[in-house]
């Protein structure tokens, strides 16, 4: 008898464990070859102006013409998009910030085979054409509007 109430009391832990477990945080991890990427397009005006066509396209309908995280779909995600203008955002490196738009995580989308000229990103480059630098020159404007 003292058998069968040892494995009921382990079954009613097993099956109620799961209500008592908080959410874990997720963070958003990224790869140390990433990190280390530095943006080889320089931030003229005909890089950030061709960033802020691939953000529109992109990336305003959740951030927001602002980049405040306040666009339209906003209201419909789980978790707030990211303040491009907040010093936390504008801290992370070009390399962190390119894995994130290419990869995504939870109600991020990840943009890496919508982005034209990014398939070779994982050879610890931004591409073959511009446009990675220049959406990423165009997020960093924020920075100096905010």
Known sequence: MKTFIAILAILAVITTAPAFNFKQDDPWKVPD??????????????????????????CRSCHGVDGKGTG??????????????????????????????????????????????????NDNSFGKTRSAGDLINYLRSFGKKG
């Open 33 to 58: 070859k990433f990190e280390k990427m530095k943006n080889p397009v320089i931030a003229d005006d005909a890089s950030i102006q061709s960033g802020k066509e691939l953000y529109a396209s992109y």
């Open 72 to 121: 339209k779909r906003a209201d419909k995600l789980n978790i707030p998009p990211s303040d491009f203008t907040s010093a936390a955002f504008q801290l992370q490196t070009d390399g962190a910030l390119l894995y994130k738009v290419y990869f995504g995580h939870r109600d991020m989308p990840g943009f890496k085979k919508s982005i034209p000229g990014n398939q070779d990103i």
